[in-house]
């Protein structure tokens, strides 16, 4: 499957007026491919106005052919419990993405366009800028009173790269001073800071704002994935809460230590709500790991040293609740809701009988509970817990549920929900918390439904399978589509990444299960060790650990599809995955006793030690790997970790393998990825190295999207095929 879509010269190209909408496409033999999957809109954000009535929802669609996005906004009539509607009517009108829609009453909704912020009414009209900057808003939250505002705009940084000299202007070097002067895909050269801004009659900003940060080196939000759920507005309008980790350089590096905020508006003093005020951070050794440290809840709680983020304050005022993490320097710590008094300054936290990760949650109108999302088993439910941290889990879906916010005056929630066979759709949610069999589930969208009614959809099954340790392991099974239980079919391995990523009913654009199912594949996808949902003693074991039991547990799954399933052709086997998925891959293709025919990884570790210290963010491989790798003294798990290393296995490798990484990928260097493939050419195996120069640890543009697919799909087939 060649590249078939060519561009057009850029002369013509700058001329043609490109408009990306909702695409009308048909399938052939009811077979999801690359470009049906690409035609799909993506929802996203959504928000519901202040009395329920109405929905505000944003939509990204793709064009292969232009290579370019397009992110819309659509707004519908909140239906009732028992009259679904199948979506809503388009706002935006102009080829510039409107995003980040918000309700500043009923009828007005806010949004950013061209990096400023525009409002309009309800049916689109009226449509005014109401900031004027050059452009450089990427966020917004306006107070529950109106009259001020949060902005968040970049500054400068030179913290860790030295700003050039002014009469060098043209100079692309970059002196580098510190770390972290690189994160995820993009050199720091610039940090976000929140303002806070007046707001005048028609909303409009009345000035720049002031920097709540001001003089302050760090960033709010947290790079990179930070947004406005990172920062939060008390409901009398006086306070702001903020995430943010008060550190540079090494420190920085080394630890996940964020803490919550308080800032005032009035005397503008910043109060720390997770350590107190005499608090001294500990010397931290950069390359030794903080993995001994004890998870004791009392002194969590007095110092919180591990990720805290995303505040909410309760309806009342009286609470804020945010997401905690209980050590430093471990990134998948367990993630819990911890509750703080702001009457009497106590904190606890709310989910210890859940252990599994809060991954988003929002208040009950009352303020008296709180809903929240979290995995357990392979896939993410809803379920509500009270101040007394009673919870109870209201949805058991064979799918993925996402962010939630209340709507209907705090009677139904609005949430996404997805799985292996749909994406993302908006729904409203009635729960029961005292019969949650009773809780009403009404779909609201249905963005792709004139696609998904074309496709055949693979049956999806569960299997528990033992693992050389006794315990027992969720094992999906995704059949492919016109499955005939008489014929053999060559099967895949699915490697997670994370490694703490659950393998739950998740839609992806990439892995997507379905589009493999579809190209008549069988997939099966392994909870192993190290997954969250299983409980925390299930998850950590990975940790220090990266081909021990987790490798077991790979070769445990597919060899009970192999000698149980009659349908899987054990002479057909292949391997695939991404990040530690591709680690995975790679460990496998030295040690699989001839088990697969070929392997995929993408943008997975190679040489642990180069991984080290070319990986951003170096408290991941302190806490994963124990120590560094020249430290004389260096732990028993160090040594092991090292000593198995994918690349020192390669005189076992017998295999084909195609690698793929991203030149911008910061997390996992496109090095490990080119020395994979080097390796395996010089060995004499067959092998392909498709590299991507501007993309980074994800693929995100449509036509390289469309060339990971087929070049996926044309290397599966020609081994096992």
Same mark, same amino acid.
């Given at each position: 499957?060649?590249?078939?879509?060519?561009?057009?010269p850029l002369?013509?190209?700058?001329? @043609?007026?490109?408009k990306?909408?909702?695409?009308?496409i048909?399938? +052939?033999?009811g077979?999801?491919?690359?470009?049906?999957?690409?035609?799909?809109?993506r929802?996203s954000?959504?928000a519901?106005?202040?009395?329920g009535? +109405?929905?505000v929802?944003?939509v990204?669609?793709?064009?292969?052919?232009h290579?370019?996005?397009?992110?819309v906004?659509y707004?519908?009539?909140?239906p009732?419990?028992?009259?679904?509607?199948?979506?809503g009517v388009l /706002? =935006?009108?102009?080829d510039k993405?409107?995003?980040?829609?918000?309700?500043?009453?009923?009828? =007005?909704?806010?949004?950013?366009t061209g990096?400023?912020? !525009?409002?309009?009414?309800?049916?689109?009209?009226?449509?005014?800028?109401?900031?004027?900057?050059?452009?450089?808003?990427?966020?917004f939250k %306006?107070s529950?009173d109106?009259?001020?505002?949060?902005?968040?705009?970049?500054i400068?940084?030179?913290?860790?790269?030295?700003e050039n000299?002014?009469?060098?202007?043209?100079?692309?070097?970059?002196l580098v001073?510190?770390?972290?002067?690189?994160h995820w895909?993009?050199?720091?050269?610039?940090?976000?800071h929140?303002?806070v801004c007046?707001v005048?009659?028609?909303?409009? #900003?009345a000035?720049?704002?002031?920097?709540?940060?001001?003089g302050?080196p760090?960033?709010?939000p947290?790079?990179p994935?930070?947004g406005?759920?990172?920062?939060d507005?008390?409901?009398?309008s006086?306070c702001?809460a903020y995430?943010?980790?008060?550190?540079?350089?090494?420190?920085?590096?080394?630890?996940t230590?964020?803490? #919550?905020y308080?800032y005032?508006?009035?005397?503008?003093?910043?109060?720390n709500?997770?350590?107190?005020?005499?608090?001294?951070?500990?010397?931290?050794e950069?390359?030794k790991?903080l993995?001994?440290q004890?998870?004791?809840?009392?002194?969590?709680?007095?110092?919180?040293?591990?990720?805290?983020?995303?505040p909410?304050?309760?309806?009342?005022?009286r609470?804020?609740?945010?997401?905690?993490m209980?050590?430093?320097?471990?990134e998948?710590?367990r993630q819990r809701?911890c509750?703080?008094?702001?009457?009497?300054?106590?904190k606890?936290?709310?989910?210890?009988?859940?252990?599994?990760?809060?991954?988003?949650?929002?208040?009950?109108h009352?303020?008296?509970?709180?809903?929240?999302?979290?995995?357990w088993?392979a896939?993410e439910n809803?379920?509500?817990?009270?101040l007394?941290?009673?919870?109870v889990?209201?949805?058991?879906?064979w799918?993925?549920w996402g962010?939630l916010q209340?709507?209907?005056?705090?009677k139904q929630? /609005?949430?996404?929900?997805?799985?292996?066979?749909?994406?993302?759709?908006?729904?409203?949610?009635?729960p029961?918390?005292?019969?949650?069999?009773?809780?009403?589930?009404?779909?609201?969208?249905?963005e792709?439904?004139?696609?998904l009614?074309?496709?055949q959809?693979?049956?999806?099954?569960?299997?528990?399978?033992?693992?050389?340790?006794?315990?027992?392991?969720l094992v999906w099974?995704?059949?492919?589509?016109?499955?005939?239980?008489?014929k053999k079919y060559?099967t895949?391995?699915?490697?997670?990444g994370?490694?703490?990523s659950?393998?739950s009913?998740?839609?992806?654009?990439r892995?997507?299960?379905?589009?493999m199912a579809?190209?008549?594949?069988?997939?099966v996808?392994?909870n192993?060790?190290? $997954?969250?949902g299983?409980?925390?003693e299930?998850?950590?074991?990975i940790?220090?650990? !990266?081909?021990g039991q987790?490798?077991?547990?790979?070769?445990?799954?597919?060899?009970?599809?192999?000698q149980n399933?009659?349908?899987?052709d054990?002479d057909?086997?292949?391997a695939v995955?991404a990040s %530690?998925?591709?680690?995975?891959?790679?460990y $496998?293709?030295?040690?699989?006793?001839?088990?697969?025919k070929?392997f995929?990884?993408?943008?997975?570790?190679?040489?642990?030690?180069?991984m080290y210290?070319?990986? @951003?963010?170096? !408290?991941?491989s302190?806490?994963?790997?124990?120590?560094?790798? !020249?430290n004389s003294?260096?732990?028993?798990?160090?040594?092991?970790?090292?000593r198995?290393s994918?690349?020192r %296995?390669? @005189?076992?490798?017998?295999t084909p393998?195609l690698? #793929?990484?991203?030149e911008?990928?910061?997390? #996992?260097?496109a090095t490990?990825?080119?020395?994979?493939f080097?390796a395996a050419r010089?060995?004499?195996?067959?092998?392909?190295?498709l590299?991507?120069p501007?993309?980074?640890?994800w693929v995100?543009?449509p036509?390289?999207?469309i060339l990971?697919?087929?070049?996926?799909f044309n290397?599966?087939?020609?081994?096992? +095929?």
């Open positions: 499957m060649g590249l078939l879509v060519l561009l057009a002369s013509i190209q700058a001329q @043609e007026e490109v990306i909408g909702r695409q009308n048909t399938v +052939k033999d077979r999801m491919t690359p470009e049906a999957l690409w035609a799909m809109g929802i954000s959504y519901a106005s202040p009395d009535k +109405k929905i929802y944003q990204g669609y793709y064009s292969v052919k290579n370019k996005s397009h992110h906004l707004v519908m009539e909140s009732l419990p028992t009259s679904p509607q199948g979506g /706002l =935006t009108k102009s993405n409107e995003t980040d829609p918000a309700w500043l009453d009923n009828e =007005t909704i806010a949004f950013i990096g400023e912020i !525009w409002t309009m009414k309800a049916d689109g009209s009226d449509r005014r800028q109401v900031s004027q900057t050059d452009g450089s808003i990427e966020g %306006f529950p109106r009259q001020k505002v949060i902005v968040l705009k970049s400068p940084f030179h913290g860790s790269i030295q000299p002014s009469d060098l202007p043209k100079a692309t070097g970059r001073t510190d770390l972290m002067y690189r895909d993009h050199y720091v050269e610039s940090i976000l929140p303002f007046s005048g009659d028609g909303f409009v #900003i000035n720049d704002g002031v920097d709540i940060l001001e302050e760090y960033e709010c947290m790079e994935f930070g406005m759920e990172q920062l507005w008390s409901t009398d006086k702001i995430t943010c980790r008060k550190k540079t350089g090494v420190a920085y590096s080394i630890s230590d964020s803490d #919550i308080i005032n508006i009035g005397t503008r003093a910043t109060t709500l997770c350590k107190p005020a005499d608090y001294v951070a500990p010397e931290v950069p390359t790991t993995r001994t004890a998870v004791n809840a009392e002194e969590n709680l007095k110092n919180m040293p591990g990720y805290d983020q995303n909410k304050f309760s309806p009342d005022g609470y804020v609740a945010w997401l905690s209980a050590r430093d320097g471990y998948s710590d809701l509750l703080y008094d702001l009457t009497t300054g106590e606890k936290f709310l989910t210890e009988t859940f252990d599994s990760n809060v991954d988003d949650f929002c208040w009950a009352d303020a008296k509970s709180i809903y929240f999302i979290g995995v088993h896939t809803l379920y509500a817990v009270n007394k941290s009673e919870v889990q209201i949805t058991d879906d799918a993925d962010s209340l709507m209907n005056n705090g929630l /609005l949430m996404e929900r997805h799985s292996y066979t749909a994406p993302a759709d908006l729904y409203a949610v009635t029961n918390t005292k019969k949650p069999e009773k809780t009403i589930i009404t779909q609201l969208t249905q792709n439904k004139h696609i009614d074309q496709l959809k693979p049956t999806v099954q569960q299997r528990w399978v033992k693992t050389t340790d006794g315990k027992d392991m099974v995704i059949l492919p589509i016109n499955f005939d239980e008489t060559p895949l391995l699915f490697c997670e994370g490694p703490q659950p393998v009913q998740f839609w992806s654009y892995w997507n299960f379905m589009i579809s190209q008549g594949y069988v997939i996808a392994p192993r060790h190290g $997954l969250p299983f409980g925390s299930w998850c950590e074991e940790s220090g650990d !990266w081909t987790c490798m077991h547990d790979y070769l445990s799954a597919i060899d009970d599809a192999a399933l009659p349908f899987v054990k057909r086997l292949g995955g %530690f998925g591709g680690f995975s891959v790679y $496998l293709a030295g040690h699989h006793d001839k088990r697969f070929c995929i990884a993408h943008d997975g570790a190679f040489n642990l030690e180069a210290t070319e990986t @951003e963010e170096n !408290w991941f302190n806490w994963e790997y124990d120590d560094a790798y !020249w003294d260096r732990t028993a798990n160090a040594d092991k970790t090292y198995n994918p690349h %296995f390669i @005189e076992k490798w017998d393998i690698c #793929i990484h991203g911008k990928d910061y997390r #996992i260097n490990q990825g080119m020395s994979a080097n010089m060995r004499g195996i067959e092998a392909q190295l590299i991507f501007d993309e980074n640890h995100l543009k036509q390289n999207g990971w697919q087929r070049t996926y290397w599966l087939d020609r081994w096992l +095929k």
